[in-house]
């Protein structure tokens, strides 16, 4: 089994409507993250957690909002979708490290398209 | 906090031929520099990494070195395969950048037979 799973692995919805992406994972980590991935631009962070109680904005969080309802649980909600959050989303999740960052583990990622 | 730049892509090499995709960083403090490979479909996974000066990550036959002096984190391979068709990513984390990965743009790889 996958140790990092999102749902849904592909969706198509239309301007406006409400969208959440879910991530589970069973790798015991702390911290967890949410990626968009657009063609040319690389991996941009959209939020992350270090623990359940800690939520951060990343660098593209506008028209994002998360939830950590569980350690092994990270949600992504388009509040009221638009054309250019069509992108591929990435679920992340690594251990704590004293000297800053450890090796992030992805998911499968979920395809979102907005009409 | 950290940037990454990585060479314009894509790549297209013959099977068997020497592979150079360069990356360079800007970073306050002392990042770890690391190459992820997104396989067709898949997510990223690690391929390699270093986490200091003159260290020099390995695996499947990529290579990659720690040089602070350019801040450069170059992968390289020898001797590339039809299946490593893949995008190549190089992240920077650590740092100011406590906890968090910066990526660059990614580096389409496509080898013919």
């Known amino acids: 089994d996958a140790d990092v799973t999102q749902t849904p692995r592909n969706r198509i919805t239309k301007t406006g409507k409400r969208i959440m992406l879910e991530c589970s994972q069973t790798?015991?980590?702390?911290?967890m993250y949410w990626y968009r991935q657009d063609p040319g631009l690389g991996l941009r962070l959209i939020y992350y957690s270090f623990d359940v109680k800690d939520i951060n904005k990343g660098e593209i969080s506008d028209g994002y909002s998360v939830s950590r309802q569980a350690q092994a649980k990270f949600s992504l909600s388009l509040e009221s979708a638009i054309p250019n959050q069509t992108a591929l989303y990435f679920c992340?999740?690594?251990?704590?490290?004293?000297?800053?960052?450890?090796?992030?583990?992805f998911g499968p990622g979920t395809r979102l398209t907005v009409l | 906090g950290n940037s990454v730049t990585q060479m314009e892509g894509p790549v297209t090499l013959s099977e068997e031929a020497f592979l150079t995709i360069n990356c360079t960083y800007t970073a306050t403090g002392y990042p770890s520099l690391f190459w992820y490979v997104q396989y067709p479909g898949e997510g990223l996974q690690l391929l390699l990494k270093a986490t200091k000066a003159d260290d020099k990550g390995s695996n499947k036959g990529f290579e990659a070195t720690y040089r602070k002096e350019t801040t450069s984190f170059h992968l390289e391979k020898g001797s590339v395969q039809v299946s490593d068709s893949a995008v190549y990513f190089c992240?920077?984390?650590?740092?100011?950048?406590?906890?968090?990965?910066?990526f660059g743009q990614g580096t389409i790889l496509t080898v013919h037979p």
């Open positions: 992240a920077a984390g650590g740092g100011t950048s406590y906890g968090k990965l910066t």
């Open positions: 790798k015991g980590h702390d911290r």
């Open positions: 992340a999740t690594s251990a704590p490290s004293s000297g800053g960052v450890n090796e992030q583990f």
